[in-house]
């Protein structure tokens, strides 16, 4: 059983195809784990978003900003920026990856609480289109570094709603008891504060009220606190250019659930602004990642047990870590569906020396050792946030695109999993320790020699 909305994964001849190509080719000629994504899944899902804006008067000019930390890789990024979007970008490592990948710095919205001098000064330097900024500490260091730069950093506040989205406690973000944001009622004077410092430029209101959000009515609500906010703005002179609506808009991970269509969700917004001069802007992540990409694993053992069937694959918690964070589930299927095999449950298990180390658990499966699994929906916050726990190489990233795989990010090596560490030296230095001594290559070297 697929998901809803994976149109670019097909049985043909009871084997899982990624648009035209075979799983077990893939498998066969790179290996696994690795994180297959379909590139015109990914366009789909882009231009799906910037459809339902351009439909409409109120949305016309809005943007598409992709939430990088979905998925960040370069060819992403690439695709989505040939495409016209924007980026939403929560750190200096971020920055680099959008600029890297071709990205238009003019279209990038810098959101998260805890943005460093050095990140502020590389995304002042790249003059990028927005600050979402998440406190009145980080309005006055943004102001202090756009002065001493010459410059005036434009800025939305990101206001914190007090909605509840009503999706997994951690990734609630536009509760009042959220890390988030400014609060509504204290945004306000925030921004008349802002308005008076001299290296600060107003641009817009934003916020983001969490993720994987199954219903509309959070959004609807959230914008409707943000209305009245925009009112008492103008009503003290401090007009905005843009609304930034965040991301949030989540996608059926099971069959039994519904995502909300994206036009459905954005129509009845865009009525309630088509009233005003405001453009609109977005930050979708999973939405246009998610579907479009899946993790193909192969069984090593079967464990059959009292309770429990163990299928121990060879992908684990470090390539996929939803399961065990969230509870998450993700669809686990055979890549070639036998005939002959008897289904039984499994624990879809990866390596890893936890018991959180899940990929899937009670899974109907019929399958023998050696055989492939596709665990799907994984596109977004599936190698985002992968580790090398264990030591585990992270996997490969293939992108499918007709009959062609690119391999778009090369497997790690394990030697490249422990390139930045070094030995202490054999002995102490003679020299008495006094405050940080700091090892470089070069005294590491000597101390060698002194050994
Ligand atoms: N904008 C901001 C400011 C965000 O913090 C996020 C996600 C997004 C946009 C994109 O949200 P999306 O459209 O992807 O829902 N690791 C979790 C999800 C964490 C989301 C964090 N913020 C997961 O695997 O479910």
Not at 13 to 26: I, K, M, R, T, Y
Not at 310 to 330: C, E, K, Q, S, T
Not at 392 to 407: K, Q, S, T
């Amino acid at each position: 059983m697929m998901p809803p909305d994976t149109p670019f994964l097909a049985r043909r001849q009871e084997v899982l195809h990624v648009e035209d190509l075979a799983l077990p080719e893939l498998a066969l000629a790179f290996g696994t784990p690795c994180h297959v994504y379909s590139h015109a899944a990914l366009r789909a899902n882009l231009r799906a978003f910037q459809a339902a804006l351009g439909a409409h008067p109120a949305g016309a000019r809005g943007l598409v900003c992709y939430a990088v930390k979905a998925n960040s890789n370069l060819a992403i990024l690439n695709l989505f920026a040939r495409m016209g979007a924007g980026f939403d970008i929560v750190s200096g490592g971020e920055l680099a990856r959008v600029l890297a990948a071709g990205g238009d710095a003019g279209k990038v919205v810098f959101s998260g609480v805890g943005k460093s001098r050095a990140e502020i000064r590389a995304a002042l330097a790249a003059d990028i289109l927005c600050f979402n900024v998440e406190s009145a500490a980080e309005l006055e260091r943004i102001n202090e570094i756009a002065g001493t730069l010459g410059k005036r950093a434009p800025i939305s506040l990101r206001v914190n709603p007090d909605v509840d989205p009503r999706t997994h406690p951690y990734i609630a973000t536009g509760l009042e008891t959220a890390k988030f944001g400014v609060p509504i009622g204290a945004a306000l004077a925030l921004y008349e504060h802002a308005a008076r410092l001299p290296h600060i430029r107003i641009e817009g209101v934003d916020c983001h009220i969490g993720s994987q959000i199954l219903d509309c009515a959070p959004f609807r609500e959230a914008l409707e606190r943000l209305l009245v906010l925009l009112d008492a703005l103008e009503k003290h002179g401090i007009p905005v250019k843009h609304l930034d609506l965040g991301g949030g808009l989540g996608v059926a991970y099971r069959q039994d659930e519904v995502a909300p269509e994206i036009s459905a969700c954005l129509t009845p917004l865009l009525d309630r602004l088509e009233d005003r001069k405001l453009n609109l802007i977005l930050e979708p992540g999973r939405r246009l990642t998610a579907q479009a990409g899946l993790l193909l694993t192969r069984v090593e053992y079967l464990k059959p047990g009292e309770s429990v069937n163990f299928a121990i694959v060879d992908a684990a918690m470090n390539d996929l870590l939803r399961p065990a964070l969230y509870g998450a589930w993700h669809e686990i299927v055979a890549v070639t569906q036998k005939k002959g095999t008897p289904a039984a449950i499994y624990d879809v298990v990866g390596p890893i020396c936890e018991s959180g180390d899940f990929l899937g658990q009670k899974r109907a499966l019929a399958i023998e050792p050696d055989d492939l699994l596709a665990i799907l929906s994984t596109g977004a916050y599936g190698m985002a946030m992968s580790s090398n726990y264990n030591t585990r190489p992270r996997a490969m990233e293939i992108m499918v695109r007709g009959d062609a795989a690119h391999v778009i990010r090369r497997r790690e090596e394990t030697a490249d999993l422990y390139a930045l560490e070094r030995l202490l030296p054999a002995r102490s230095p003679s020299v008495p320790f006094s405050g940080l001594t700091v090892e470089t290559d070069k005294n590491i070297a000597s101390h060698e020699q002194t050994c």
